[in-house]
């Protein structure tokens, strides 16, 4: 009888450690930030080139990477890596001009990992085919 009430008891124990360490890693995995939402918007076609792009995370990242490329080529935006961790970035753009555009980011999240997306928009153009960088 104490037999069959302690293997019980451990079966008890390893499938309640079992479901902590599955709430462990889903929390790990879904900590890192990603981008909410972007102006332009992912695949927006627009009649006149943005002045800014807007990029919103869903918590405080520090922004390291920022490029903006028409047809294949890296457009000088001066972009400096920001420091100061914030939830959104508004950053100028150079004179856009009319063509299919792809920004591409990397932020490091208060985790310490690096996240990098893209997305396009087209400016007197359609936009390049729909990225999957949010």
């Not at 927006?44 to 922004?63: K, Q, Y």
């Not at 004179?95 to 299919?100: C, R, Y």
């Not at 980011?105 to 359609?126: C, K, L, M, N, R």
């Amino acid at each position: 009888m104490m037999t069959f009430r302690l293997r019980n008891i451990t079966l008890s124990l390893a499938r309640a450690l079992l479901l902590l360490g599955f709430f462990a890693v889903s929390g790990v995995a879904s900590a890192h930030n990603v981008l909410k939402t972007s102006l332009p918007a992912d695949g927006a076609s627009l009649a006149a080139a943005p002045e800014t792009v807007m990029l919103e995370f869903n918590g405080s990242v520090r922004l390291v990477k920022f490029e903006i490329e028409r047809d294949g080529d890296v457009l000088e935006v001066g972009f400096k890596p920001d420091l100061n961790a914030a939830k959104s970035f508004t950053l100028p753009t150079p004179d856009l001009g009319n063509g299919a555009f792809s920004v591409t980011f990397s932020v490091i999240g208060e985790d310490g990992h690096t996240v990098a997306g893209h997305f396009v928009f087209g400016v007197g153009a359609a936009a390049p085919a729909a990225s999957a960088g949010h």
